[in-house]
């Protein structure tokens, strides 16, 4: 089976940095995804690494350490709007068409002034 | 850009009943997802579809169903009602040849049940 985890709350002021860790266990292992979730609102994908090292993406960058089985998201320059919770995901291939995600445990992340 | 589909996007229900949540997913893909979502825990997958034929059960409680139709919308069944079902339910829908961890999530409905 899957297992991830993630610390359950992180906060920070506006304009800091800010990192959410991910760690994982997996039986096979095809990347790490994430993605943010505001409250009420839907799941929407921010980055994937397949492969050791940082993927950066505006404000956005994520980092994969395959050996260590552990990936973080990094926030730059925070804003209130990046007040949302972060879900680090897994992805099952599945036999018969698409991928399946497992989800961590969620970080609630909160900006303040 | 046109987006997943979920309606209704609230649903109360009492225990013992039966809902049936719809999904329209982004044209042209070929996969589509139903996750649940309880209060505080992360999305849980249920059942998928590609191309019409289910592709995979998770953690779907038998008393659940779900099917794709030929205009590749879906539709989850849920039957017998429990209280621990009220949870937001997403479904979500993936291109081929897409990003592969890359899945679109609809608004989700949320299921309330008394």
């Known amino acids: 089976g899957q297992s991830l985890e993630q610390p359950s709350e992180v906060t920070a002021v506006e304009g800091a940095i800010v990192q959410i860790n991910c760690t994982y266990q997996?039986?096979?292992?095809?990347?790490l995804s994430w993605y943010q979730q505001h409250d009420g609102g839907a799941p929407t994908f921010l980055s994937y690494n397949a492969l050791d090292g940082l993927e950066e993406t505006g404000r956005f960058s994520s980092f994969l350490s395959r050996s260590d089985s552990y990936g973080y998201l990094l926030l730059q320059e925070l804003q209130m709007k990046d007040s949302a919770s972060y879900f680090c995901a897994v992805r099952d291939i599945l036999t018969g068409g698409g991928n399946k995600l497992t989800f961590g445990t969620g970080t609630q992340l909160k900006v303040e002034l | 850009a046109a987006g997943v589909i979920q309606s209704p996007r609230h649903l109360i229900k009492e225990k013992r009943e039966t809902a049936t949540l719809k999904c329209y997913p982004i044209?042209?893909?070929?996969?589509v997802y139903w996750y649940q979502q309880g209060p505080g825990q992360d999305p849980q997958f249920l059942i998928s579809f590609y191309e019409k034929m289910q592709s995979d059960k998770g953690s779907i409680p038998d008393r659940f169903s779900a099917q794709q139709f030929s205009d590749y919308h879906s539709e989850l069944n849920m039957s017998s009602l429990e209280l621990g079902d009220s949870a937001l339910y997403f479904c979500?829908?993936?291109?081929?040849?897409?990003?592969?961890?890359?899945?679109?999530f609809g608004p989700g409905t949320r299921l309330t049940v008394t």
């Open positions: 997996t039986s096979g292992f095809y990347g």
């Open positions: 979500a829908s993936s291109p081929p040849h897409g990003r592969p961890d890359e899945q679109y």
């Open positions: 044209p042209r893909h070929d996969t």
